[in-house]
């Protein structure tokens, strides 16, 4: 008999998943329907201003180019347009946003509006949106639940608020999977939400909502929140970029549940965009104002003097090999950035990145929330007869949820070890990058996969929760497309407070590589 060891396994596995992926792939792509649907293009009226950036369109509303009216009256006709296959919203369009608009444009019409007021509100006139699990006063605040299908927030999450402040109009909430806890987006109140690129695909989760509406051209931009990679699949799969701030950066209160005085924890709210540009300028409205002198958002980054440097791969025996189209785009992102800065991107490595999963379940232990209750909007529910209830198809709650369930039932990490892991990974990463270090990191082994495809193979977010664990900034940045038509994209990561480098070289990215292709082909 032949014992298989450790290296034969390791030669073996990525085979095993290579065929259990290609089945999958095709299994799911035949029940699915063989056919590849997207949206139907905005009007060539319409289509220019629907694409055009959140920063841009502001300008234009300021000089008076453009009435607010107009702007959220075409994301608003383009909502209704398109909601209908891709399911991404909860609540909206709104009617009130029409007449928000229509107000700030009379206020322009009489002169009323200062240069004063101009400077405090840098997006007057501007429509966004947020995922349901973030609260907006008067709104539906359901997380997906069927037994909070009524219920609504009292007020503003503080992201909201700062949002409005600064003059940007609510427009719509989006859909999350059931209290944003899984990597699609789907639950049984609002049901699955459909990748634009191709509605058999996933969204990600738990902003997939969100992903949804800004890569279809519903809204100038959004809000996504990030405890595991909420805001970054989805940026990823919808081919959009997404931003998780420095832990700490942005106040999270109003933000499924939380008080925003949460401390050591590993979520973080950031913006998700269309375009590079938008992303600095709605971070500096979303900082707390102690972050201001920290985040130093507006200071100038020169490419030229940074240093930079690439993993392959996390070495995670459970996530899916690298793809040979994602291989050839860290190879090209490499060749970019030797080019600019004149010296090598070097290959580097982190101690532990094969304890991603552990980690990130070891660390999600410490949050303060109680997933089991939050799922039973308060009552604790029996895993095993939430189950039963499933299988005979009479549950209120997706299997994702029911996953969950069952794996908090699973023996606990050993702390010690976990801590111990989690710290010298920290030490690398900090003492890799010091204050003039990127790190460009893999977002997936793939692109996005078929809707249901994570219910069986979900490892591969860890390439995400990774910067979870180590509480860093990271910049979700689109790449072009596969030869399939999916997005594609790659991580810029930072050390913590130096968000500013993330953030611009996505935009050096963008320039280089083209950033966020329309999902629609163009009339
Ligand atoms: C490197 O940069 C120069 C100009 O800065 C450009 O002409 C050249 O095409 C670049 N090469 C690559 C491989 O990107
Ligand atoms: C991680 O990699 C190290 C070094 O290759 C190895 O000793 C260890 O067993 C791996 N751990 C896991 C959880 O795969």
Request: aromatic share 8%; with cysteine; net charge neutral.
């Amino acid at each position: 008999m032949v014992v298989p060891t450790k290296s034969t396994l390791s030669t073996v596995i990525p085979f095993i998943h290579i065929i259990l992926d290609r089945f999958l792939e095709f299994v799911l792509g035949w029940l699915l329907g063989v056919f590849r649907c997207v949206p139907v293009p905005p009007n060539k009226k319409q289509e220019e201003l629907l694409s055009t950036g959140a920063v841009q369109l502001a300008r234009l509303i300021r000089e008076r180019k453009l009435k607010s009216y107009e702007v959220v009256k075409a994301y608003y006709d383009r909502i209704v347009a398109v909601n209908r296959e891709l399911n991404a919203i909860v609540d909206g369009p709104f009617l009130e946003a029409l007449d928000e608009a229509r107000a700030i444009d009379e206020r322009f019409e009489k002169g009323e509006i200062t240069e004063a007021e101009l400077k405090t509100k840098p997006f007057l006139g501007v429509p966004f949106t947020t995922k349901d699990s973030t609260e907006v006063a008067g709104k539906l605040h359901t997380l997906g639940l069927v037994s909070r299908r009524n219920e609504r927030a009292s007020k503003d999450a503080e992201c909201v608020r700062l949002m409005k402040e600064s003059g940007a109009i609510i427009l719509a909430t989006s859909n999350v999977p059931e209290v944003n806890k899984w990597i699609e987006t789907r639950n049984m109140l609002i049901g699955q939400t459909n990748n634009p690129y191709d509605y058999r695909r996933s969204v990600g989760g738990s902003s997939g909502g969100e992903a949804a509406l800004i890569s279809a051209c519903c809204t100038a931009f959004g809000l996504g929140t990030d405890i595991g990679g909420s805001t970054r699949i989805p940026a990823f799969n919808c081919g959009i970029f997404g931003h998780k701030p420095t832990t700490g950066a942005v106040n999270m209160r109003g933000c499924t549940f939380r008080s925003g005085d949460e401390e050591n924890t590993m979520v973080s709210a950031g913006p998700m965009t269309r375009y590079a540009d938008d992303l600095i300028p709605i971070m500096k409205v979303l900082i707390e104002p102690n972050m201001e002198k920290k985040l130093r958002l507006d200071e100038p980054v020169d490419l030229k003097n940074l240093r930079y440097f690439y993993i392959p791969c996390n070495n995670m025996i459970q996530c899916n090999p690298i793809g040979s189209e994602e291989q050839m785009l860290m190879f090209k992102v490499c060749r970019h950035f030797t080019n600019v800065s004149g010296s090598e991107v070097k290959l580097a490595t982190l101690p532990n990145l094969n304890m991603t999963g552990k980690m990130w379940r070891y660390w999600m232990t410490q949050e303060p929330a109680n997933f089991n209750k939050l799922l039973g909007n308060g009552a604790t529910l029996n895993p095993f007869f939430e189950l039963f209830k499933k299988l005979l198809g009479r549950s209120e709650f997706t299997m994702a949820a029911i996953y969950s369930l069952i794996d908090a039932l699973l023996p606990e990490e050993k702390e010690q070890q976990i801590r111990e892991a989690t710290r010298h990974c920290k030490e690398a990463l900090i003492s890799m990058l010091g204050e003039d270090g990127i790190l460009f990191f893999h977002s997936s082994p793939r692109t996005a996969p078929f809707h249901y495809y994570p219910l069986i193979k979900f490892t591969d977010f860890s390439y995400f929760s990774i910067f979870n664990v180590l509480q860093v900034p990271v910049t979700q940045v689109p790449m072009g497309l596969d030869s399939r038509g999916i997005p594609m994209g790659i991580q810029v990561v930072a050390s913590e407070m130096n968000d500013r480098l993330c953030l611009n070289v996505a935009k050096e990215l963008e320039r280089t590589f083209g950033g966020w292709v329309r999902p629609y082909k163009s009339q």
